[in-house]
């Protein structure tokens, strides 16, 4: 994972599987780069991300209501169609916004 700041929005670069095996990594350091950096957007990174669990999607989940509780907003870019495709059925495409490979040239560089 790679962390950047920018004022009140922190960008994170994922890769690889965000699975039961890193969740409460991913929790953790999610956790204490915004309580450390007080950030209020989160946006999160998938060009790289191979595969997506219930357990990923339980941390992504916690995190927007988090934010949202503080008027924050989750946004996942760089997402390939099999990610496209849990995050719709998991329900996450319709409380955030979500940006396919595709769109890949309007995602933030890091």
């Known amino acids: 994972m790679h962390f950047d700041v920018e004022k009140d929005k ?4 994922i890769t690889g ?8 990594n991913f929790r953790s350091e ?7 950096k007080q950030a209020r957007h989160l946006i999160l ?3 790289d ?4 669990d219930s357990s ?13 509780e503080i ?5 996942i870019c760089g997402v390939n169609g099999q990610i496209a495709k849990i995050l719709e059925l998991s329900g996450l ?5 979500i940006r396919h490979q595709t769109d890949i040239q309007s995602t933030p560089s890091m």
């Open 10 to 13: 922190l960008y994170v670069k």
């Open 17 to 24: 599987e965000l699975d039961l095996s890193v969740a409460e």
């Open 30 to 36: 999610l956790d204490c780069m915004l309580n450390n």
């Open 45 to 47: 990174d998938f060009t």
């Open 49 to 52: 991300v191979t595969f997506i």
């Open 56 to 68: 990923g999607l339980g941390v992504i989940l916690g995190r927007y209501k988090r934010l949202a």
């Open 71 to 75: 008027g924050g907003t989750v946004q």
């Open 93 to 97: 495409s319709r409380i955030m916004e």
